[in-house]
């Protein structure tokens, strides 16, 4: 039963990390920002709208959102939070999680195409490109605590990785932990990335694919974002503080905090930083690449 | 053994008879579509019963050549590569019939008659190459299948390109060839015998050996398509009838993966480097197929070149498997092979399905050329969701059954990396971040493709007023795409099947295997119910959103092109342009050619103008300065062949005087 505790708290909470990253950057500007429960008004309102479709699209249009929802709840039952091992737990269960980001994306994209606008075409090209040198940064890092933890779950990996690993293969973690940052703001469209507060649609990537959703639609998208960034940030969350404790608590407790915190720091990133231009982009990319595998090479020895 | 022969027998008798007919447009065709289903079926029977596990007595006839015996067999090995090709070869003449139907006022008589003849030997000599289990009759069986898919590559060979095409084809596969015989050869010589079986005999120092397994890499790696011997594939399949080249890409070019499995396997324990250079293939092939697919704008080019990128995921498998052998590790070795040999069939699925929906959209809008299409999936629904299915699962993508192939490779790749020792666990490394690679940037490519070609408006006439093909083309599709769905969703089962062939094929001990295969089967439960769980709640938001928009307006508009009100259909992103940022990136591989005119002065009077074209830059780096460095020696040959017959003859007989002077024994 306890399994079903991360689940819950994700599909609850997930929005709230978007919240969190506002209101950080409001600090930083000077401004008293949105409420931290925004995210939740913006859903709200936007489940009890209609739609209205361009006539260019078919189905797959519609089919995108439901498949940006559903890929990351299932996701998210893979994932192991503050010691609970995960819903679903298997060995290689890390492949699949990976790929079915790979099914969001596709279908994301495709939904993009499908209204035949040329700044949608654009954002899908530049989504395809970057996510397809992320893939093997973060298929690399996961192997890298594989072979640091001997498991090939998730559960098992970050059930079984400790403080004392953070001890003796301090540099090997902290490349994987690079790498894995470096993935999860650039497949969340964060900042040095991607700017989900530009305005200008020529720059977009993730915003400007979903300019034609609206209403339940775009509340789905809006929704499948914050679960993204929920699922891979419990994982860096995993990685940064494996703190068990017998008692069920405490571990969520640190868990919930690290994911705050997480949060807090993508606020401070996107306050404190620029993006880069997007031809830099993919340099940063192979970049997370290379600290991955130069992570699992270190452990090799 | 006898209802195999019997298939085989129908498949000849058939492809004659429709020879025979070929004056009657339509009565040669259902002669020859009927009979390669027929025959098909017939065959079917005792495969599925090898694959069932019964022991299928071979089949020895006697035969006057020295060089061992004229036998028949099929082992399980046999049986996995005889599965798909039997399958994937019916459903294509049911999808000929009605594809080939146009050409019937277009081409000249009898044209239709012979391609049925030569699609019916194609299909036979498939199937013999596969049960042929001695080195003499293979080769016949495979040259059976080379000149058969030769002819069917020209069948529209009143165009230049379709020719050279064609001859490109033919010199590659007789290359490959070349070096299978020299194989075979030494092989049988050292063994004395030319029976498979006795191939185990040959002694040969390690030397010898690992130059026998680069031979057997290059002969039967032409076939399949590794790089970089796979210049024939992209210009093959695209001039090919559209069921043709489903057949040869996902089922013919698989017939060089059997033989160089089978003949691997012959060549006792192998050293760890046959593994790395598997494995350093199939990264090659894997990654530089999907990035030349991705500067194609030809969809069925741009499919072949996907078959590249495909063999080199069963190529990186297989790697996998051989580095299991040598290091003695049966986990790794059943996991890579049992991926690979699911990969083959999977591909074969997949890819005969998407060419299929290639030819339905040549077939309905009149061309290949991608930047001419657009928004046909609302005129070609079926075709449009069939080919959805086969671009997800070609990407590798959960739940359908490309992603449970690549999830083997992945586990095997994940426990090397993880566990193993030494350089051996490098491979884990390679293999993961190849993989990754590869599944990234074809789902790159197939979203292009998928969105380019049945998305968006369309961009010309021919692409509005295209037409949804006859149910004779989209059952085939319809057929395929439930398969794909079905071993994703029943991967357990799936690979439990791969257990006892990969025992069959290594020599491990079954129980080692399906040890091996237990392993995965709990990873694989895992994948199936997360599988299931997608589709669940891919149901519930689906209801879901119904509920939510029943009570609310619900619009339609125009695109919402960021406020320009007159949108046109050629503003859309094309294929190139989609493509362009990764092309870019990696253009050092690719040597894309951009042709620039832009508009002049202020108003331009003409209209600017770009092209790119990517040629395979093997061709333009290796092949054709190695021909042309070879052509000049010999030109002076031309001097002896110049092609008048009467002088020909003349050489035949002062080579017949010679020849008789020397065997009276003069001068002594």
């Not at chain 2, 059976?144 to 069917?152: D, V």
């Given at each position: 039963?306890?399994?079903?505790?991360?689940?819950?708290?994700?599909?609850?909470?997930?929005?709230?990390?978007?919240?969190?990253?506002?209101?950080?950057?409001?600090?930083?500007?000077?401004?008293?920002?949105?409420?931290?429960?925004?995210?939740?008004?913006?859903?709200?309102?936007?489940?009890?709208?209609g739609?209205?479709?361009?006539?260019?699209?078919?189905?797959?249009?519609?089919?995108?959102?439901?498949?940006?929802?559903?890929?990351?709840?299932v996701?998210?039952?893979?994932?192991?939070?503050?010691?609970?091992?995960?819903?679903?737990?298997?060995?290689?269960?890390?492949?699949?999680?990976?790929?079915?980001?790979?099914?969001?994306?596709?279908?994301t994209?495709?939904?993009?195409?499908?209204?035949?606008?040329?700044?949608?075409?654009?954002?899908?090209?530049?989504?395809?490109?970057?996510?397809?040198?992320?893939?093997?940064?973060?298929?690399?890092?996961?192997?890298?605590?594989a072979?640091?933890?001997?498991?090939?779950?998730?559960?098992?990996?970050?059930?079984?990785?400790?403080p004392?690993?953070?001890?003796?293969?301090?540099?090997?973690?902290?490349?994987?932990?690079?790498?894995?940052?470096?993935?999860?703001?650039?497949?969340?469209?964060?900042?040095?990335?991607?700017?989900?507060?530009?305005?200008?649609?020529?720059?977009m990537?993730?915003?400007?694919?979903?300019?034609?959703?609206?209403?339940?639609?775009?509340?789905?998208?809006?929704?499948?974002?914050?679960?993204?960034?929920?699922?891979?940030?419990?994982?860096?969350?995993?990685?940064?503080?494996?703190?068990?404790?017998?008692?069920?608590?405490?571990?969520?407790?640190?868990?919930?905090?690290?994911?705050?915190?997480?949060?807090?720091?993508?606020?401070?990133?996107?306050?404190?930083?620029?993006?880069?231009?997007?031809?830099r982009?993919?340099?940063?990319?192979?970049?997370?690449?290379?600290?991955?595998?130069?992570?699992?090479?270190?452990?090799?020895? | 053994?006898?209802?195999?022969?019997?298939?085989?027998?129908?498949?000849?008798i058939?492809?004659?008879?429709?020879?025979?007919?070929?004056?009657?447009?339509?009565?040669?065709?259902?002669?020859?579509?009927?009979?390669a289903?027929?025959?098909?079926?017939?065959?079917?029977?005792?495969?599925?019963?090898?694959m069932?596990?019964?022991?299928?007595?071979?089949?020895?006839l006697?035969?006057?050549?020295?060089?061992?015996?004229?036998?028949?067999?099929?082992?399980?090995?046999s049986?996995?590569?005889?599965?798909?090709?039997?399958?994937?070869?019916?459903?294509?003449?049911?999808?000929g019939?009605?594809?080939?139907?146009?050409?019937?006022?277009?081409?000249?008589?009898?044209?239709?008659?012979?391609?049925?003849?030569?699609?019916?030997?194609?299909?036979?000599?498939m199937?013999?190459?596969?049960?042929?289990?001695?080195?003499?009759?293979?080769?016949?069986?495979?040259?059976?299948?080379?000149?058969?898919?030769?002819?069917?590559?020209?069948?529209?060979?009143?165009?230049?390109?379709?020719?050279d095409?064609?001859?490109?084809?033919?010199?590659?596969?007789?290359?490959?060839?070349?070096?299978?015989?020299?194989?075979?050869?030494?092989?049988?010589?050292?063994?004395?015998?030319?029976?498979?079986?006795?191939f185990?005999?040959a002694?040969?120092?390690?030397?010898?050996?690992?130059?026998?397994?680069?031979?057997?890499?290059?002969?039967?790696?032409?076939?399949?398509?590794?790089?970089?011997?796979?210049?024939?594939?992209?210009?093959?399949?695209?001039?090919?009838?559209?069921?043709?080249?489903?057949?040869?890409s996902?089922?013919?070019?698989?017939?060089?993966?059997?033989?160089?499995?089978?003949?691997?396997?012959?060549?006792?324990?192998p050293?760890?480097?046959?593994?790395?250079?598997?494995?350093?293939?199939g990264?090659?092939?894997?990654?530089?197929?999907?990035?030349f697919?991705?500067?194609?704008?030809?969809?069925?080019?741009?499919?072949?070149?996907?078959?590249?990128?495909?063999?080199?995921?069963?190529?990186?498998?297989s790697?996998?498997?051989?580095?299991?052998?040598?290091?003695?590790?049966?986990?790794?070795?059943?996991?890579?092979?049992?991926?690979?040999?699911?990969?083959?069939?999977?591909?074969?699925?997949?890819?005969?399905?998407?060419?299929?929906?290639?030819?339905?959209v040549?077939?309905?809008?009149?061309?290949?050329?991608?930047?001419?299409?657009?928004?046909?999936?609302?005129?070609?629904?079926?075709?449009?969701?069939?080919f959805?299915?086969?671009?997800?699962?070609?990407?590798?993508l959960p739940?359908?059954?490309?992603?449970?192939?690549?999830?083997?490779?992945y586990?095997?790749?994940?426990?090397?990396?993880?566990?193993?020792?030494?350089?051996?666990?490098?491979?884990?490394?390679?293999?993961?971040?190849?993989?990754?690679?590869?599944?990234?940037?074809?789902?790159?490519?197939?979203?292009?493709?998928?969105?380019?070609?049945?998305?968006?408006?369309?961009?010309?006439?021919?692409?509005?007023?295209?037409?949804?093909?006859?149910?004779?083309?989209?059952?085939?599709?319809?057929?395929?795409?439930?398969?794909?769905?079905?071993?994703?969703?029943c991967?357990?089962?799936?690979?439990?099947?791969?257990?006892?062939?990969?025992a069959?094929?290594?020599?491990?001990?079954?129980?080692q295997?399906?040890?091996?295969?237990?392993?995965?089967?709990?990873?694989l439960?895992?994948?199936?119910?997360?599988?299931?769980?997608?589709?669940?709640?891919?149901?519930?938001?689906?209801?879901?959103?119904?509920?939510?928009?029943?009570?609310?307006s619900?619009?339609?508009?125009?695109?919402?092109?960021?406020?320009?009100?007159?949108?046109?259909?050629?503003?859309?992103?094309?294929?190139?342009?989609?493509?362009?940022p990764?092309?870019?990136?990696?253009?050092?591989?690719?040597?894309?050619?951009?042709?620039?005119?832009?508009?002049?002065?202020?108003?331009?009077?003409?209209?600017?103008?770009?092209?790119?074209?990517?040629p395979?830059?093997?061709?333009?780096?290796?092949?054709?300065?190695?021909?042309?460095?070879?052509?000049?020696?010999?030109?002076?040959?031309?001097?002896?062949?110049?092609?008048?017959?009467?002088l020909?003859?003349?050489?035949?007989?002062?080579t017949?005087?010679?020849l008789?002077?020397?065997?009276?024994?003069?001068?002594q």
């Amino acid at each position: 039963m306890n399994s079903l505790i991360h689940p819950l708290l994700a599909l609850l909470l997930a929005p709230l990390l978007l919240g969190i990253i506002n209101r950080t950057k409001a600090l930083f500007a000077g401004r008293t920002g949105q409420p931290l429960l925004q995210a939740y008004f913006d859903l709200a309102k936007l489940l009890r709208k209609g739609a209205v479709y361009s006539e260019t699209t078919t189905w797959v249009f519609r089919a995108g959102p439901i498949v940006g929802v559903a890929a990351p709840v299932v996701a998210i039952a893979l994932i192991p939070f503050g010691g609970i091992p995960a819903l679903l737990n298997f060995p290689g269960d890390l492949i699949l999680f990976a790929y079915l980001f790979g099914l969001m994306r596709f279908m994301t994209v495709a939904a993009a195409l499908d209204t035949g606008s040329a700044f949608e075409g654009m954002g899908a090209s530049r989504e395809v490109q970057f996510s397809a040198l992320a893939e093997p940064a973060l298929l690399l890092g996961l192997a890298a605590l594989a072979r640091l933890t001997g498991d090939l779950s998730l559960s098992g990996i970050l059930g079984s990785l400790t403080p004392q690993d953070w001890a003796h293969a301090a540099p090997a973690l902290a490349l994987v932990t690079a790498g894995l940052l470096v993935v999860y703001l650039a497949e969340n469209s964060r900042i040095p990335v991607d700017d989900p507060n530009t305005h200008l649609e020529l720059t977009m990537i993730h915003e400007v694919m979903v300019l034609d959703h609206g209403g339940p639609d775009f509340g789905l998208i809006l929704y499948g974002a914050s679960l993204k960034l929920w699922a891979l940030g419990a994982i860096l969350t995993g990685v940064v503080l494996p703190f068990h404790d017998e008692r069920l608590w405490p571990g969520i407790v640190i868990a919930l905090g690290g994911m705050f915190g997480l949060a807090v720091f993508v606020g401070v990133v996107e306050s404190s930083m620029a993006r880069l231009r997007l031809l830099r982009v993919p340099q940063l990319l192979v970049a997370a690449m290379v600290l991955s595998a130069l992570a699992l090479v270190l452990l090799m020895r | 053994m006898s209802p195999f022969m019997l298939g085989i027998l129908i498949l000849f008798i058939s492809a004659l008879l429709a020879l025979a007919l070929r004056r009657e447009h339509e009565a040669a065709s259902r002669v020859g579509a009927f009979g390669a289903m027929l025959g098909c079926a017939v065959a079917t029977i005792p495969v599925l019963r090898a694959m069932a596990g019964a022991e299928i007595p071979s089949l020895i006839l006697p035969w006057s050549m020295p060089c061992g015996s004229l036998i028949f067999r099929i082992d399980l090995l046999s049986a996995l590569f005889l599965l798909p090709i039997l399958l994937v070869s019916a459903l294509g003449a049911l999808y000929g019939l009605a594809y080939l139907r146009p050409y019937a006022d277009r081409k000249p008589v009898g044209s239709l008659g012979r391609c049925w003849f030569w699609y019916n030997l194609l299909v036979a000599g498939m199937l013999l190459v596969c049960v042929s289990h001695n080195a003499l009759m293979f080769l016949v069986a495979w040259e059976l299948m080379s000149l058969a898919s030769f002819f069917l590559v020209a069948f529209d060979d009143e165009k230049t390109e379709v020719r050279d095409s064609a001859w490109t084809y033919f010199i590659a596969t007789h290359l490959g060839t070349a070096f299978i015989i020299a194989l075979f050869l030494t092989m049988g010589v050292a063994a004395g015998s030319f029976d498979f079986a006795d191939f185990h005999k040959a002694t040969l120092g390690p030397g010898v050996m690992g130059v026998l397994f680069l031979f057997a890499v290059i002969g039967f790696g032409t076939k399949a398509g590794f790089m970089p011997f796979h210049v024939w594939l992209p210009e093959a399949h695209p001039v090919a009838p559209s069921h043709v080249s489903a057949v040869m890409s996902g089922v013919m070019i698989k017939t060089g993966i059997y033989g160089l499995l089978r003949m691997l396997m012959l060549m006792g324990h192998p050293p760890a480097w046959w593994g790395w250079t598997l494995i350093g293939i199939g990264l090659v092939s894997g990654v530089l197929g999907v990035l030349f697919a991705l500067a194609q704008h030809d969809l069925k080019r741009l499919l072949a070149y996907h078959s590249v990128e495909n063999i080199g995921i069963i190529a990186m498998g297989s790697g996998l498997g051989m580095l299991g052998i040598s290091i003695g590790s049966p986990l790794l070795t059943t996991l890579g092979f049992a991926g690979a040999l699911l990969h083959v069939i999977n591909h074969a699925l997949f890819k005969s399905l998407l060419f299929f929906g290639a030819g339905a959209v040549q077939h309905g809008a009149g061309t290949r050329e991608m930047d001419h299409l657009g928004g046909l999936l609302k005129r070609l629904p079926l075709t449009g969701l069939f080919f959805l299915i086969g671009a997800v699962a070609i990407s590798g993508l959960p739940p359908l059954n490309g992603f449970v192939s690549e999830f083997l490779i992945y586990l095997g790749a994940f426990h090397s990396g993880a566990t193993l020792h030494g350089t051996a666990a490098l491979s884990g490394v390679a293999v993961i971040t190849g993989l990754a690679l590869i599944g990234g940037l074809a789902a790159a490519c197939f979203t292009k493709v998928f969105g380019t070609v049945f998305l968006g408006a369309p961009r010309t006439e021919h692409a509005a007023h295209a037409h949804e093909c006859g149910i004779l083309m989209w059952l085939p599709m319809l057929t395929l795409a439930a398969l794909c769905a079905a071993i994703g969703l029943c991967a357990p089962l799936a690979a439990n099947a791969m257990a006892p062939v990969v025992a069959n094929m290594t020599g491990l001990a079954p129980e080692q295997t399906a040890l091996a295969v237990t392993y995965a089967q709990w990873p694989l439960t895992g994948v199936v119910t997360a599988a299931v769980a997608l589709l669940l709640a891919l149901c519930l938001l689906a209801l879901l959103r119904r509920r939510l928009l029943a009570r609310r307006s619900v619009g339609a508009t125009g695109t919402w092109d960021c406020g320009y009100a007159r949108p046109t259909a050629r503003m859309q992103y094309t294929s190139s342009s989609f493509a362009q940022p990764i092309t870019d990136c990696f253009r050092m591989f690719l040597g894309t050619r951009t042709s620039l005119r832009a508009p002049g002065e202020p108003f331009p009077q003409q209209p600017g103008r770009l092209s790119t074209e990517t040629p395979d830059i093997f061709i333009a780096r290796f092949y054709r300065p190695l021909f042309s460095w070879i052509t000049r020696p010999l030109s002076w040959t031309l001097n002896v062949q110049h092609g008048r017959v009467q002088l020909y003859v003349l050489y035949v007989a002062l080579t017949l005087v010679a020849l008789l002077i020397w065997a009276l024994g003069w001068p002594q």
